[in-house]
């Protein structure tokens, strides 16, 4: 089974870490989004999982790809 990665990169705004880019492109309207606790339990809602720390504010996401 192939495994589909997921580039994330977290920003802090008004004193909460946020996801700002998802591969390379910005999220729109990032500094209302969620909480980067907050998003990373909807990554693992959705079958994400914690593949690697790439530095204190990027991290790679996976999953299984059917």
Not at 19 to 29: A, C, H, N, T, V
Not at 39 to 63: K, M, P
């Amino acid at each position: 089974m192939a495994k589909k990665q997921m580039r994330v990169k977290f920003d802090l705004t008004d004193g909460t870490i946020k996801p700002r880019y998802i591969d390379g492109e910005q999220l729109p309207d990032w500094e209302n989004g969620p909480a980067m606790d907050d998003y990373v339990r909807q990554l693992r809602d959705a079958g994400w999982q914690l593949a690697e720390r790439l530095s204190a504010n990027t991290y790679v996401f996976e999953r299984d790809e059917p």
